[in-house]
């Protein structure tokens, strides 16, 4: 593990220009959170410095992993210190505004996780504190940076898949455990930021910007269970402004069929080829132009990198993929995506979404978009 990390680092290392000064990240919320403080030991541009968590145990916790870093439970005592340069938000959906606000108004640079944030109030907030502060920001679209998704995207930047005619992407998977865990996902946000943030960024990022939305939703018996206020199921066709189509469906009740339907999957229909990536089994399919189709699967070589040595986990090597991206961006400042202005723009697709599923009408985007100031 420690040999195939070391080749990583170096490799990266060589492949971009670096400053020679690591940005420090200090990481707020310590449960998916700690993913980060653990997979930061395979980076090459930024590392660990700090830890923070209104809980003390979460901190004890991460001290297993990194005893070496500053940890606290007060928020406001790791924006004050200057020896970091990013903070890493992975609080509650429903704090994501206050917590990002706080951040740049302290003179940092931020990667929030997903969803970016989940209120219109809240967008037009971050997005006036990052004009007025000038700082930058990240939003940890985690599934971009796995790597069947980092292999899909390349092929279709280099043409492989002619233009791209439909784009259709999901998220599903049972979420007991989640709610168990953390109560607040029932009451305080709704499934379409929380889950279908991953499948609505991905029709975002091949689609372009999105017209319209035409949304259903339902609430699952798992759902009702624990008091959801909204729906755990969507059903999402989308219209880009260049006219093309897409689908997104999210289901957060589910039986899984772990061996028929990944949890993530995108499916691309371009002219001359069609192709499809995988969360969590890694895998990549695509056709070649003679129609056989091809199968990539980089799981054994690459469960050190993403899954810290087990068959499936954590996000380690996806959130240590777009924290170097970020950290890259900053020192050379080179374009990034998704950006404040993407995410908020994203934001406002699941906002409309969300409205069309509970008023059964198709939604445009375009209003939602002016009223958050875009
Ligand atoms: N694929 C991904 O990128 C991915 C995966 C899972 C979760 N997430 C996102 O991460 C975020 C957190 O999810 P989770 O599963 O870790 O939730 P969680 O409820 O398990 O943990 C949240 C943590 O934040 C802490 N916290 C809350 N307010 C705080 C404050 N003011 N200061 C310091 N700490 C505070 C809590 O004590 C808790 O430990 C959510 O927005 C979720 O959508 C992203």
């Known amino acids: ?21 690591k940005k420090r990240i200090g990481v ?20 660990a410095a700090a830890g923070c968590d209104l809980e003390q145990y979460k901190i004890d916790e991460a001290k297993k992993d990194r005893p070496d870093l500053f940890y606290t439970t007060r928020y406001d005592e790791m924006l004050s ?32 996780t997903k969803p970016l944030v989940n209120s219109v109030e809240d967008a037009k907030r971050i997005l ?3 004009r007025r502060t000038g700082k930058k920001l990240l939003v940890g679209q985690s599934t971009r940076f796995f790597e069947s998704f980092r292999r899909q995207r390349t092929d279709f930047e280099r043409g492989h898949l002619g233009t791209l005619e439909l784009v259709d992407a999901h998220y599903t998977h049972r979420m007991d455990w989640f709610y168990e865990k953390s109560p607040w996902a029932a009451t305080e946000t709704d499934w379409i930021f929380l889950g279908l ?6 029709v975002r990022w091949y689609t372009g910007p999105i017209e319209e939305v035409q949304a259903m939703g339902y609430t699952s018996e798992l759902g009702k269970q624990y008091g959801l206020k909204g729906f755990d199921i969507y059903v999402v066709n989308l219209r880009g402004k260049n ?55 980089p799981l054994y070589e690459l469960r050190h990198y993403h899954f810290n040595s087990e ?63 875009l």
């Open 1 to 21: 593990m420690k040999e195939f990390l070391e080749k990583q680092i170096t490799e990266r290392k060589n492949s971009v220009k670096f400053s020679g000064q």
């Open 28 to 47: 707020l919320g310590l449960h998916e959170g700690r993913t980060l403080l653990v997979g930061l030991d395979r980076t090459a541009l930024c590392e």
């Open 81 to 112: 210190r200057s020896d970091i340069d990013i903070i890493a938000i992975y609080t509650p959906d429903q704090f994501h505004g206050d917590h990002v606000v706080k951040a740049f108004e302290a003179g940092k640079d931020v990667i929030c």
């Open 128 to 130: 006036d504190a990052s």
């Open 197 to 202: 943030s991953h499948p609505v960024d991905l």
């Open 243 to 297: 006219g093309r189509i897409a689908r997104a469906m999210g289901h957060y009740g589910l039986k899984e069929m772990f061996s028929v339907r990944n949890c993530i999957e995108l499916f691309l229909c371009g002219t001359k080829n069609t192709s499809m990536a995988q969360y969590h089994d890694m895998k990549y399919q695509y056709t070649l132009d003679n129609g056989t189709e091809v199968t990539e699967n």
């Open 311 to 373: 068959i499936h986990g954590m996000h380690y090597g996806e959130f240590a993929n777009y924290s170097d991206y970020f950290a890259d961006a900053l020192m050379n400042k080179s374009s990034y995506s998704p950006g404040i202005e993407e995410g908020v723009e994203t934001f406002c697709i699941m906002e409309a979404i969300r409205r069309s599923a509970q008023t059964q009408q198709p939604v445009h985007i375009a209003p939602l978009l002016q009223e958050v100031g």
